[in-house]
């Protein structure tokens, strides 16, 4: 897990609610971003790619909608909050349909919001930060994570479970650094209390045999006694 603030653009003409949520995002130790308008919005996106999108819907110029649209279609995967003050099923619907992850009604409290904010950027931790990695070269194994399939040498093409693509997502956001087993099923597994580490041992043997050449010694994959794993890349 990276150390470095994660960084949140606020998209919001309200200055009272943008002073609040600044105010509050910068205390937990964010780094925040505002934009008053659409455009400005797509700016800073292209420039800071942020962790993480506060997102009003009722905007001057473009709306919430056509950022969020927007967005998406320059592939960008951080996770988006809707807010707007309408509360209509209707904005749910095409707000989460267009790609958005979470959607909150004016008024809110900020710590049902901080809630969600904290809980989304857990989830987006298995992912790396910004566009989505689809492919990854371990050669002589090629990864395709979009299809979940491992071109292998020897044993060529070999599909990959939803499990061993998260696994490899996650290892790859945080590549070349310890990974504890706890850790694993903390954001692949989503287990928060579990202890049964067995189940991450099972899985990364199995993905070995898919992406190692010789699995007994693994190049990439590699275990780090006491500590958990590593994926070492150049
Ligand atoms: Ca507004």
């Not at 455009?39 to 942020?50: H, R």
């Not at 958005?100 to 004016?106: N, S």
């Amino acid at each position: 897990m990276s150390t470095e603030a994660k960084k949140i653009l606020i998209v919001e003409d309200e200055p009272s609610l943008i002073f609040t949520l600044q105010d509050t995002l910068e205390n937990e130790g964010y780094n925040t971003f505002i934009a008053k308008e659409g455009g400005k919005a797509i700016e800073i996106v292209k420039k800071e790619n942020p962790d993480l999108l506060i997102l009003d819907l009722m905007l001057p110029g473009i709306s919430g909608y056509d950022v969020c649209e927007k967005v998406r279609e320059l592939n960008y995967t951080f996770p988006i909050i809707m807010l707007t003050a309408r509360d209509q099923e209707i904005d749910k619907v095409t707000g989460l349909n267009i790609g958005a992850d979470d959607y909150m009604t004016k008024p809110f409290g900020v710590k049902e919001l901080l809630a969600r904010i904290q809980a989304r950027l857990r989830r987006s931790e298995t992912y790396a930060k910004g566009k989505p990695v689809n492919e990854i070269d371990l050669d002589p194994v090629h990864i395709n994570l979009k299809n979940a399939t491992a071109e292998h040498p020897e044993k060529g093409e070999v599909d990959l479970t939803t499990r061993e693509v998260e696994l490899i997502r996650y290892l790859y956001a945080n590549a070349n650094s310890p990974v504890s087993r706890s850790d694993l099923l903390e954001n692949v597994w989503r287990y928060e209390y579990s202890t049964n580490t067995r189940t991450v041992d099972v899985h990364v043997s199995k993905l070995r045999s898919k992406i190692e050449v010789n699995p007994d010694d693994p190049k990439y994959l590699v275990t780090l006694h006491g500590v958990g794993y590593m994926l070492k890349i150049s």
